[in-house]
């Protein structure tokens, strides 16, 4: 039994250092789309605010999935 929950920790460790690891990445995403918006032109800014817009709206679904998960686990 103790085997099958060490697998079970470990597969769970491993898939939280994936999403620590999605998670900079998309940070660092935001942070360069942020700078490209500052020193663009506002005629090219368009395109890079329309791309922040979905990334924010990405966010609020899947914050919105994971309360509904919580709901389900309690």
Do not use: C, G
Not at 13 to 25: G, I, Q, V
Not at 49 to 65: A, D, F, H, V
């Amino acid at each position: 039994m103790n085997f099958l929950k060490d697998k079970v920790k470990k597969y769970q460790e491993k898939k939280l250092l994936d999403a620590n690891h999605k998670l900079e990445s998309h940070t660092e995403i935001k942070k360069q789309l942020e700078e490209q918006l500052k020193i663009m032109d506002d005629d090219l800014s368009f395109e890079i605010k329309r791309k922040i817009e979905k990334q924010k709206e990405l966010i609020r679904i899947w914050k919105k999935n994971i309360e509904v998960i919580k709901k389900q686990l309690k």
